[in-house]
């Protein structure tokens, strides 16, 4: 299985989840940087969290245009999967590639912390390792992780099993307490109609190794690696 | 040419740095505000002559970068 991570101005968790990948694949997957379109032919490609081009216009606005998205919107098209966390996940809604878009904290405030999440479905290659509605704990840091669409949106991403992640309390009840920032229905990260391209606000990357305080989000990588060895 | 681009959130998106805004005027002893949206105001100087086409492209500029059509409405305003 080959990897990339495309590494915008600003990106600044590409190298966390570059650890990441290259502990469960047993090798480094590619960095490209985002002027690149002509990177190798890989199985995964990571969209990673930061503040590219500082956050200017709108999360996600500009690097959603740069040369390197403009292939992985087309590799995504022929199915290439694409995890794109937290910065990633807004440039993919600006890219086209996710419905929806990730507006300012409902609070205002810049909120990091763990979350608890419910894994929705263990029916795609991006959560395989979980259980059905297991939760898990992964921490977020993000300002702009407000996820809306429109109601007839969300109707259909919640019919047709297209929600991922939801935020919840530690025993799984959805409830607007466990919520860090106003998403619409607690949704914390979404799949495309494929189910090739999962962008969610959480931080897989951030709790991977034993050594960082848990492994909750090492099994996102893993489920992934195994599915595309 | 040059052109003002105001970028607005759609009605019925939950603005909560115009909340904000609103709750801060209140303080200030600005009672009689019900409510604020806050939106962008974009600046642009184009070499374009024919307002028509001025328009066009920026309407396109608006649909491809400007604006989030998920979440935002545009108006041009053609200055001069």
């Known amino acids: 299985m080959d990897a990339a991570v495309i590494v915008f101005p600003g990106s600044n968790c590409d190298r966390d989840i570059k650890v990441a990948l290259a502990q469960s694949m047993g090798k480094e997957p590619h960095m490209v940087w985002h002027r690149d379109a002509d990177f190798p032919k890989v199985d995964l490609i ?75 479905t263990n029916q795609t290659e991006f959560m395989a390792k979980y259980r059905p509605g297991q939760v898990v704990r992964i921490p977020v840091g993000h300002a702009d992780g407000n996820y809306q669409a429109d109601e007839a949106t969300l109707d259909r991403l919640e019919g047709e099993g297209l929600v991922a992640l939801r935020y919840c309390d530690p025993n799984g009840t959805i409830s607007s307490a466990a919520n860090p920032n106003g998403a619409a229905r607690n949704i914390a990260g979404v799949y495309n109609d494929e189910r090739n391209v999962l962008g969610l606000m959480p931080h897989p990357e951030r709790l991977s190794d034993a050594a960082l305080g848990g492994t909750d989000g090492r099994l996102m990588i893993d489920s992934l690696v195994e599915a595309l060895s | 040419m040059k052109a003002k681009v105001h970028v607005a959130l759609k009605s019925g998106v939950l603005d909560p740095q115009g909340k904000a805004i609103n709750h801060a005027l209140h303080t200030l002893g600005f009672p009689a505000v019900r409510d604020v949206r806050q939106g962008k105001l974009i600046e642009l100087e184009i070499d374009e002559k024919d307002p028509a086409k001025a328009r066009a492209a920026i309407e396109e500029m608006c649909r491809k970068l400007l604006a989030n059509p998920v979440m935002e409405t545009y108006r041009i305003e053609l200055v001069e």
């Open chain 1, 46 to 120: 990571v969209l990673p969290g930061g503040f590219s081009y500082g956050d200017y216009l709108r999360c996600g606005a500009m690097a959603a245009h740069s040369p390197a998205m403009r292939e992985v919107v087309a590799r995504a098209g022929k199915g290439t999967r694409v995890l794109a966390i937290c910065n990633g996940f807004q440039i993919a809604t600006e890219a086209g590639l996710l419905p929806g878009a990730l507006m300012r904290n409902a609070h205002l405030q810049y909120v990091c912390s763990d979350v608890n999440l419910r894994i929705e």
